[in-house]
């Protein structure tokens, strides 16, 4: 394998914003990997409520005390970020069936790209499987309690 970081994933997302369905993906998957990269996705033609740099800044302060995490932005690719960064594997998580037929296509598109890429998948804990950012996103706008469904670090600065 022709990578200098063997244990190493990237968990690329657009984070907008970084739920406690994330949280957990990424506490779980810190025994698996000796390094981390949280790695949002800057795609342009995708409307955010929260900025890049405030998405940034958010995960940065819930891992401030995790060494093995670091975060990150990127365009373009995913399977091209993990070949820059020398990253072997994806890390993604799943909370449903449709999840799976989304994110096997992509897994797959990724490997045709990056043949030295491979896709981890966690699957959620029940009790975080209905969380996502959309539903957070809406219970922003409408100005409701997100408390249940945010990092409680991070919850003020929402
Ligand atoms: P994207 O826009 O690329 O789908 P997201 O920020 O929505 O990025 O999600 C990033 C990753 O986190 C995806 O693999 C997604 O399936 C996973 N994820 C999102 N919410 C949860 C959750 N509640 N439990 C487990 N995994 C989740």
Redesign the pocket.
Known sequence: MNTAYPRSAV??????PF?L??Y??VQRALPLFDRLVIAI?SNSQKKTLYSLEKRLALIQKLFKDEPKVSVAAFGGLTAEFCREQKIPFLL????SSA?FDY?KSIAQLNHAINTEVDTVFLI?SPH??H???TIVREIIMNKGDASAFVPAAIQADL
């Open positions: 968990f690329p997302g657009s984070f907008d739920t369905g994330h957990e993906i996705g993604r998580g799943l909370r999840d994110e959620s975080l499987s969380i996502s950012s």
